[in-house]
């Protein structure tokens, strides 16, 4: 069951100009933490605090990626929007016996080491979701960003 929404990625082609755009044209606060390289993931990304949620700015720099594949055919724009749910295995199972197309996703490495799932573009009414842990995304998303960890919304 979905608990609460923890951001909104969005693919972009130069991540440099979208975070110039986002804070100095749009208003939004800079991120904690500047642009992050995420090499298992294959992108570098910023995370632009919106309340307790954020906006996640993302660059792929792997050419066969979902993100540079989301790209290449959309162009830039909503990637996914990120829900955390209380059993991500439980989840996938429920949705997939309803008929949902969902794919579960590994752990990629020390920052993302939790299991997370996409519901499909198709099955989501042209949104994918991204389904995480409760929980789990932000005690990852402070490793991320260099931040003590603890039970909290990030800064």
Known sequence: MARRMTHVGVVVRNIDEALELFTKV?????????????PEAGVRCAHLP???NWIELLQST?????A????????EGLLHIAIEVD????????LQAKGVDVIKVPPIGDTI?????FVSRHSAKG???????????NQSMRKLLGLEIKDEPLP
């Open 87 to 94: 059993d991500v295995d439980a989840e996938v199972e429920a």
């Open 113 to 117: 080491d939790y299991t997370s799932a």
């Open 26 to 38: 749009l208003g939004f606060d800079p991120p904690p933490a500047g642009i992050v390289d995420v």
């Open 127 to 137: 949104v994918p979701l991204e389904l995480l842990p409760m929980g789990l995304v």
């Open 50 to 52: 919106i309340g307790n």
């Open 68 to 75: 540079a594949q989301i790209l290449k055919e959309r162009g």
């Open 62 to 66: 792997n050419p066969d990626n979902d």
